[in-house]
Antibody, heavy 118, light 110 residues
Framework: QVQLVQSGAEVKKPGDSVRLSCKAS????????MHWVRQAPGQRLEWMGW????????KYSQNFQGRVTITRDTSANTAYMELSSLTSEDTAVYYC???????????WGQGALVTVSS | QSVLTQPPSASGTPGQRVTISCSGS????????VYWYQQFPGTAPKLLIY???ERPSGVPDRFSGSKSGTSASLAISGLRSEDEAEYYC???????????FGGGTKLTVL
């Protein structure tokens, strides 16, 4: 069955970076784009960026430009998201989600809570 | 930043039909598909509607979507207690180069 399994919760200090992983199984990894979406406490979902898992091309939200990097390892069927220069406003649950051809984010990871606190 | 506007709350009694609206602009809903997601506390969102009105397999036909101009709606008929959740609309935004989400509507089943 399709699964996206994310790495665990992280606690970081302001100024740190965090790298999250999203391991895919149950489908052909390179057939789908992988997106990263975050949700701060009590806030709306916020799209961060996506990667074409086939060729590695990326597109990032301008709201995170310069701070977010999304990569993938096709041999491990895993996507990664690194966010740098963390502040308390980056405290959120971070999700990966797959998507193909405007069919929406049909499978999501379980989410990873990142807490930024001094 | 472009965002989509939803009412913060909606409610209905079991068996009723409720609708949730989503308002956008020409840079998102007006030119692209609308999606709807359902989210229960502490869990990841679940795709309910894609491409304005299509349902993924497994989503009951009690859920339906529509779009007109720069607005969209999600309708839930035959309301059930298990429908109590947060509902988010989403659409690709040309300005952002990615999807924008609504603020969410908390549905209460009375």
């Amino acid at each position: 069955q399709v699964q996206l399994v994310q790495s665990g919760a992280e606690v970081k200090k302001p100024g740190d970076s965090v790298r999250l992983s999203c391991k895919a199984s149950g489908f052909t990894f390179t057939d789908y784009a992988m997106h990263w979406v975050r949700q701060a406490p009590g806030q709306r979902l916020e799209w961060m960026g996506w990667i074409n898992t086939g060729n590695g091309n990326t597109k990032y939200s301008q709201n995170f430009q310069g701070r977010v990097t999304i990569t993938r390892d096709t041999s491990a069927n895993t996507a990664y998201m690194e966010l740098s220069s963390l502040t308390s406003e980056d405290t959120a649950v971070y999700y990966c989600a797959r998507e193909m051809s405007f069919t929406g984010f049909d499978y999501w990871g379980q989410g990873a809570l990142v807490t930024v606190s001094s | 930043q472009s965002v989509l506007t939803q009412p913060p709350s909606a409610s209905g009694t079991p068996g009723q039909r409720v609708t949730i609206s989503c308002s956008g602009s020409s840079s998102n809903i007006g030119t692209t598909y609308v999606y709807w997601y359902q989210q229960f506390p502490g869990t990841a969102p679940k795709l309910l509607i894609y491409r304005n009105y299509e349902r993924p397999s497994g989503v009951p036909d009690r859920f339906s979507g529509s779009k007109s101009g720069t607005s969209a709606s999600l309708a839930i008929s035959g309301l059930r207690s298990e429908d109590e959740a947060e509902y988010y609309c989403a659409a690709w935004d040309d300005s952002l180069g990615g999807p924008v989400f609504g603020g969410g509507t908390k549905l209460t089943v009375l």
